[in-house]
């Protein structure tokens, strides 16, 4: 199942909301998982299941989505999240990561 | 709870490499494991999966026939062993945690070790 990010990049104002895209190139239910990588860290869960907040993810996160089209948002951009994304499905052997969606300020 | 990583380092192309991960403030046996590597200014690849028991694994095409996957309940320890290790293998590898029983996302990761393929 290849997962496709766009945009590759995409430049926000801190406090300003970031809507980043993912697609999967077959159905996959609402097996996917949203991550934040800052440089030179291992990635962090945010959601999975499509929609819910993994533990201590703040409420400015929400993912939505189902089939082959998702999204995640981000309101009220603060300092540390401009970072790299990643969308990761589950629903079938192998797993596999979109490219990623640099967030920058 | 961590997940904490080792054995990384520079190794010949050809040549073989042990990596180790080892959870804390929870157990090997109810947990599945994931290893996901990062190439050097690329994306997440993920690259192999043990099962909580052992008696499931998953390879990456990629990495099929030269890594192995295994588990060792009396050190609370699992292994990715590398073997015919090619310079595009060169990358970060991760441990991840992820459900018992297989597909499934990752909640803990390790903090990666590099492992570079060069002579």
């Known amino acids: 199942i290849v997962m496709t990010q766009s945009p590759p990049s995409l430049a926000v104002s801190p406090g300003a909301r970031a809507t980043l895209s993912c697609r999967a190139s077959?159905?996959?239910?609402?097996?996917l998982a949203w991550y934040q990588q800052r440089p030179g860290q291992a990635p962090r869960l945010l959601i999975y299941?499509?929609?819910t907040r993994a533990t201590d993810i703040p409420a400015r996160f929400s993912g939505s989505g189902s089939g082959t089209e998702f999204t995640l948002t981000i309101t009220s951009l603060q300092p540390e999240d401009f970072a790299l994304y990643y969308c990761?499905?589950?629903?079938?052997?192998?797993?596999?990561f979109g490219q990623g969606t640099r967030l920058e300020i | 709870v961590q997940v904490v990583e080792s054995g990384g380092g520079v190794v010949p192309p050809g040549k073989s490499l042990r990596l180790s991960c080892s959870p804390f403030?929870?157990?090997?046996?109810?947990?599945?494991f994931h290893w996901v590597r990062q190439a050097p200014g690329m994306g997440l690849e993920w690259v192999a999966f043990?099962?909580?028991?052992?008696?499931?694994?998953k390879y990456a095409d990629s990495v099929k026939g030269r890594f192995t996957v295994s588990r060792d309940e009396s050190k609370n320890t699992t292994y990715l062993h590398m073997s015919s290790l090619r310079p595009e293998d060169t990358a970060v590898y991760y441990c991840?945690?992820?459900?018992?029983?297989?597909?499934?996302?990752?909640?803990?990761w390790g903090q990666g070790t590099l492992v570079t393929v060069s002579s």
């Open positions: 991840a945690r992820g459900l018992w029983f297989g597909e499934s996302h990752f909640d803990y």
């Open positions: 403030g929870f157990d090997l046996d109810t947990f599945g």
């Open positions: 043990v099962r909580y028991d052992g008696a499931l694994k």
């Open positions: 077959q159905a996959i239910s609402r097996n």
């Open positions: 299941a499509a929609s």
């Open positions: 990761q499905q589950y629903n079938g052997w192998p797993l596999t």
